[in-house]
């Protein structure tokens, strides 16, 4: 069992679909962090928010949009995707900046 | 920059093999070292993790000790089982921006067969 928790599991959507994939962690971890995961690659850094501030967007296409309404839940609004976006979406928290990352068992988003 | 560099798999085992997946990094300063697993259809769970050099992470019956001098950190478990089928990522990870980023290897595919 993860103690970070994503929904949905699976995502299908249109390419002018607006949806919304959620993660919630109730660890007191005070950053949280997206990933992006192509089949058979490694975890790409989207974005990382600490103290539920953005700290770090690694120029993502502004078609993503993370938002942090409180330390325990972190969301990424998804608009106007293309093809090429569809992957495993992976959210991770941590206690605090030296301390190891959790994560989450990811959204499947598949874009139609 | 950072980097990290994993063997080339997949890598596929008989059960109670003696496993090695070497890892070799690149980095600055002084980051922390992890292995973390992924099974089918799961997210990634922390193996172990060491610190500084001369570390060494242990569990579920996996080791890797941090090697300066080697820029390595290497993981071995004495004797596999199918259920440690997995990919393994070695990651080196800095603190930075309120958090800290990973920086991963390629990962490792493990298959063990009966």
């Known amino acids: 069992d993860t103690e970070v928790t994503q929904t949905p599991k699976h995502l299908v959507m249109g390419m002018t679909n607006k949806k919304s994939l959620k993660c919630e962690q109730h660890?007191?971890?005070?950053?949280m962090y997206w990933y992006k995961q192509k089949a058979k690659k490694p975890p790409e850094l989207m974005f990382v928010y600490s103290y539920e501030k953005l700290s770090i967007n690694e120029s993502v296409p502004s078609r993503f949009s993370p938002e942090c309404p409180n330390s325990s839940l972190l969301n990424l609004h998804l608009h106007a995707l293309q093809p090429e976006d569809s992957a495993l979406y992976l959210c991770?928290?941590?206690?605090?900046?030296?301390?190891?990352?959790?994560f989450g068992d990811g959204t499947r988003l598949s874009i139609l | 920059g950072n980097s990290v560099t994993q063997m080339e798999g997949p890598v596929t085992l008989s059960e109670e093999a003696f496993l090695t997946i070497n890892c070799t990094y690149t980095?600055?300063?002084?980051?922390?070292l992890f292995w973390y697993v992924q099974y089918p259809g799961e997210g990634l769970q922390l193996l172990l993790k060491?610190?500084?050099?001369?570390d060494k992470g242990s569990n579920k019956g996996f080791e890797a000790t941090y090697r300066k001098e080697t820029t390595s950190f290497h993981l071995e478990k004495g004797s596999v089982q199918v259920s440690d089928s997995a990919v393994y990522f070695c990651?080196?990870?800095?603190?930075?921006?309120?958090?800290?980023?990973?920086?991963f290897g390629t990962g490792t595919q493990l298959k063990v067969e009966l």
């Open positions: 660890m007191g971890h005070r950053a």
């Open positions: 060491a610190t500084k050099a001369d």
């Open positions: 980095a600055t300063g002084y980051p922390s």
């Open positions: 991770a928290s941590s206690r605090g900046a030296d301390q190891p990352q959790h």
């Open positions: 990651a080196l990870c800095y603190v930075t921006g309120g958090g800290n980023k990973l920086t």
